[in-house]
């Protein structure tokens, strides 16, 4: 039995997700486990889908499928892609949402292009695919090459010397507030000195924290979490609502300035 992983940003109302699990059933005659992850990511909003899928993917055991269904439909000639990376498989569709997941390009990646004349085009695109995963062809007999895949586009950090600016890249169920910038390039900026965070016309969060109770109850803090991105949280409180962040506001992070004594 294979686990079958499926983000999408199809909502909770539809029956799409049921004819996928359904369609990958029968494709796998009943050898799949399909396990649902988030169907409410923004529509067509494929930069929170790869956060998504860069945070989940790597917990599930190795032969794991994963789908992401998010804006399939993209450019003239759609089309899905069979990606196979650190023991994983990954069906996605070519609209940039690859190079998002994968900070150095897979290497081994098979291209199926999307039958607009069928009535449920994605649904038997996916059926397929799932029974190639299940036969015994060759990698080179799934789908065709893709030389090439659409490149996708998200905000990156602007360094200076002494400072970093980001923006907010996903906001979850508790207000939890994140930030593209790693804690990697945290380090190699400011190498163990104090900081100072700057977001809106609120007062800076000064310093970093190592859990939510440095600070007092519904006390604002900055930490880094679970994925070592930077995240802004309120102790037993939402920092998006508490501090008025959304999606794609700016964090600006700064050396913190040390006065010297007289």
Same mark, same amino acid.
């Given at each position: 039995?294979?686990?079958?992983? $499926?983000?999408? =940003?199809?909502? *909770? ?26 169907? +409410? ?43 196979? &990376? !650190? ?6 569709? =070519? ?12 290497? +081994?990646?098979?291209?199926?292009? *999307?039958?607009?004349? =069928? ?6 695109? *996916? ?32 360094? =200076? ?29 400011? &190498? ?8 809106? +016309?609120? &007062?800076?969060? !000064?310093?970093?924290? *190592? ?5 007092? $109850? ?29 999606? &794609?506001?700016?964090? +600006? ?5 040390? !006065?010297? !004594?007289?």
């Amino acid at each position: 039995m294979r686990i079958l992983t $499926l983000t999408s =940003d199809a909502g *909770l109302n539809s029956h799409y997700i049921g004819a996928i699990k359904g369609a990958a059933l029968c494709a796998s005659e009943m050898q799949l486990l399909p396990i649902d992850i988030n169907h +409410q990511i923004p529509a067509f909003d494929i930069v929170r889908a790869a956060y998504a899928v860069k945070n989940y993917f790597i917990h599930y055991p190795k032969s794991s499928i994963h789908v992401v269904s998010v804006n399939d439909f993209y450019g003239d000639k759609p089309s899905i892609l069979l990606v196979k &990376d !650190k023991g994983h498989y990954f069906i996605l569709p =070519d609209n940039g949402i690859i190079t998002l997941i994968f900070e150095i390009l897979p290497t +081994q990646i098979r291209r199926y292009e *999307l039958n607009m004349k =069928d009535r449920s085009p994605l649904i038997s695109c *996916l059926k397929g695919i799932v029974e190639d995963l299940f036969s015994d062809k060759t990698w080179s007999k799934h789908g065709k090459a893709a030389r090439s895949v659409n490149q996708g586009l998200s905000f990156q950090p602007v360094i =200076d010397s002494d400072r970093i600016r980001g923006t907010v890249i996903f906001i979850d169920n508790y207000g939890n507030v994140v930030v593209n910038v790693h804690k990697l390039l945290f380090e190699s900026v400011f &190498d163990g000195k104090e900081v100072v965070i700057y977001f809106k +016309q609120n &007062d800076p969060i !000064k310093g970093l924290s *190592l859990s939510y109770n440095d600070v007092e $109850l519904g006390e604002p803090l900055c930490h880094f979490n679970s994925s070592n991105l930077l995240e802004l949280s309120v102790n037993m409180g939402s920092a998006s609502t508490l501090l008025g962040l959304n999606i &794609d506001d700016l964090i +600006q992070v700064e050396l913190a300035v040390v !006065k010297e !004594k007289v």
